[in-house]
């Protein structure tokens, strides 16, 4: 799908603390741009709004809640993050680039694995607010270049079949 007009970053999920969600919303907050937006849907992302009448000031922020699907998110989003502090595989970022989005994983995504540095996503440090704008930052200056890495980041998602996904969580099963 094309890129929305306006900048727009997108985080899919649930809001646990181990998700890392209120790092993100730091992270946007200290952006505060004027013309960009960041979207958050999935289960719970719609009682965010107390947080951060509370906690943050600046930043425009879509609290979409539940999604029928999750393409939605994608083609609303220019990029996708995923703050997690500590998760297992996590789809979203494999969909995401799918979509062909450039993708912001923190090192405590398990599906940090699939991201080439600089390539088709980055990788921050996990608790890291100041990390995770510098990125978000990075890609709003280079329009050019989120074309580039969503690109890369499709060709990546395209080698992932589900059947290698499969046998990938059943590895992760077997984990003691």
């Given amino acids: 799908a094309p890129f929305p007009h306006q900048f727009a970053a997108g985080y899919l999920g649930q809001v646990g603390p181990d998700k890392g969600v209120s790092y993100l919303l730091q992270a946007w907050a200290r952006l505060n741009y004027k013309d960009a937006i960041l979207h958050l849907a999935g289960p719970g992302t719609e009682s965010l709004s107390h947080f951060i009448q509370r906690n943050l000031t600046n930043g425009n922020f879509n609290l979409i809640g539940f999604v029928e699907s999750a393409s939605t998110l994608y083609n609303l989003s220019s990029i996708y993050i995923q703050p997690s502090v500590v998760e297992s595989f996590g789809i979203e970022v494999l969909e995401a680039m799918a979509h062909g989005r450039p993708v912001i994983v923190s ?5 940090c694995d699939m991201v080439t540095e600089g390539v088709d996503g980055f990788i921050v440090p996990k608790r890291n607010p100041n990390a995770i704008a510098e990125r978000i930052d990075y890609l709003r200056q280079n329009p050019q270049r989120v074309i580039e890495m969503g ?4 060709e990546k ?6 059947e290698k996904i499969k046998a990938r969580y059943i590895e992760l099963w077997k984990r003691p």
């Avoid at 690109?151 to 499709?154: G, L, P, Q, T, Y």
């Avoid at 998602?157 to 589900?162: G, K, N, P, R």
């Fill in 151 to 154: 690109k890369k980041a499709r």
């Fill in 107 to 111: 090192d405590g995504a398990g599906a």
């Fill in 157 to 162: 998602a395209e080698q992932y079949s589900w």
